[in-house]
């Protein structure tokens, strides 16, 4: 029997990596998403465990250089956000399949490193993404032009990447991600196909 699969979801900004992860849990049993660790702020109504790993800097530096980290990534504002190790293996004696929702290169290590990941690239239209972007309000104009060429960038490596599901239309896109996965949970012995 294969090692259990991870799901590596990735995607530029504004993409609906999230939206679709949600409407991917809602279709097929027994995945669960990995909680990140950050070194951010927690913040009212949070709880540590299950939005984030709220870590101190020291501790987060300290994980770091211990190998604790599948891969983690530093911001510009300073703030470092990673998956544990520990967090993937938690869900695995659980019993679940372990869905990560990472930047591109955090997925792409993943990808290297990780036996029995897969990674799904959420594709959008470039208007679409400025669209969405625009429509959070949560970044500034400047901002929104960065995560835009950025996302150009980001498009243009989606080859790299095993599956690619193009966010469109949200029905038709997560209808097509959960057979997806419901697909390749199948090929690895993970589930049976319904």
């Given at each position: ?25 809602e279709r097929v049993d027994g995945l ?11 913040r009212p109504g949070e709880v540590d ?128 991600l959960a057979a997806l996965v419901e ?12």
């Amino acid at each position: 029997m294969p090692s259990r699969p991870v799901l590596v979801v990735t995607g530029p900004s504004g993409a609906g990596k999230g939206t679709l992860i949600k409407g991917l849990l809602e279709r097929v049993d027994g995945l669960e998403v990995a909680v990140s660790a950050t070194t951010r702020p927690q913040r009212p109504g949070e709880v540590d465990g299950r939005d984030y790993w709220f870590l101190s800097d020291d501790e987060f530096t300290r994980r770091v250089g211990q190998g604790d980290f599948l891969e983690w990534v530093e911001y510009v504002s300073g703030r470092r956000y990673g998956t544990l190790g520990s967090e993937m293996e938690r869900i695995a004696r659980e019993g679940a399949v372990c869905v990560l929702e990472l930047e591109l290169e955090g997925a792409l290590r993943v990808q290297r490193d990780v036996a029995g990941s897969t990674t799904i690239f959420i594709a959008a239209d470039v208007d679409e993404l400025e669209r969405r972007l625009r429509e959070r309000a949560t970044e500034s104009t400047g901002e929104i032009g960065e995560r835009i060429a950025l996302a150009h960038s980001q498009l243009e490596r989606a080859h790299e990447f095993r599956y690619m599901v193009r966010n469109d239309e949200l029905e038709r896109a997560t209808a097509a991600l959960a057979a997806l996965v419901e697909c390749e949970l199948a090929r690895t012995g993970t589930i049976s196909r319904r």
